[in-house]
Antibody
Framework: QLQLQESGPGLVKPSETLSLTCNVS??????????WGWIRQSPGKGLEYIGS???????YYNPSLKSRVTMSVDTSKNQFFLRLTSVTAADTAVYYC??????????????WGQGTLVCVSS | EIVLAQSPGTLSLSPGDRATLSCRAS???????LAWYQQKPGQAPRLLIS???RRATGIPDRFDGSGSGTDFSLTISRLEPEDFAVYFC?????????FGQGTRLEIK
């Protein structure tokens, strides 16, 4: 059974960079059927799709965050990563990593990590 | 982007009741590319329905999704105590993927 687990600092200072890791187990991140995504949830904005990455490094970012987001993948460690620069209090949220399919009809998220709370505060 | 409006914001019902949750899209959601999720406190969302009406693996048949175009619904035929949670819809017909703001299903 596929399992995902987020990790990273729970507190980030304003203007700094948020960095999170998602560890994938029970399956290969190099699967051609899978895209790996990040979604965040805050009280004010609900669930917000950040973007997704394929094992090859091909990625898609939500235009609302595109200027500040970078995703990457390490197939040797079965991990993928999120970097969000120039954070503000508005980036405070629970961040989830999740899996979706590669075809448009499978762009729903069927496996999720438990989520990690990131607070932006000085 | 497609904006999803869920209603009602909160639904108060009793175990055994029938629940109907609505998800209305600001634009046509082609090919029924709409999913429903359930989220309980402190947990990640769990996929219930994809393709507007296809139950995910292990989801009981009391959960039924329907709709097309801009109007979709999730019906829970007979509420069990474990069904009281927050429900989200998500469209994946158009980039970026977007979610509704959620409907809270609470015990009356």
């Amino acid at each position: 059974q596929l399992q995902l687990q987020e990790s990273g600092p729970g507190l980030v200072k304003p203007s700094e960079t948020l960095s999170l890791t998602c560890n994938v187990s029970g399956g290969s991140i190099s699967s051609r059927n899978d895209y790996w995504g990040w979604i965040r949830q805050s009280p004010g904005k609900g669930l917000e799709y950040i973007g997704s990455i394929y094992y090859s490094g091909s990625s898609y970012y939500n235009p609302s965050l595109k200027s500040r987001v970078t995703m990457s993948v390490d197939t040797s460690k079965n991990q993928f990563f999120l970097r969000l620069t120039s954070v503000t209090a508005a980036d405070t949220a629970v961040y989830y990593c999740a899996r979706r399919g590669t075809w448009l009809e499978t762009y729903y998220f069927d496996s999720w990590g438990q989520g990690t709370l990131v607070c932006v505060s000085s | 982007e497609i904006v999803l409006a869920q209603s009602p914001g909160t639904l108060s019902l009793s175990p055994g009741d029938r629940a109907t949750l609505s998800c209305r899209a600001s634009q046509n959601v082609v090919s029924h590319y709409l999913a429903w999720y359930q989220q309980k406190p402190g947990q990640a969302p769990r996929l219930l329905i994809s393709g507007a009406s296809r139950r995910a693996t292990g989801i009981p048949d009391r959960f039924d999704g329907s709709g097309s175009g801009t109007d979709f619904s999730l019906t829970i035929s007979r509420l069990e105590p474990e069904d009281f949670a927050v429900y989200f819809c998500q469209q994946y017909a158009s980039s970026p993927i977007t979610f509704g703001q959620g409907t809270r299903l609470e015990i009356k």
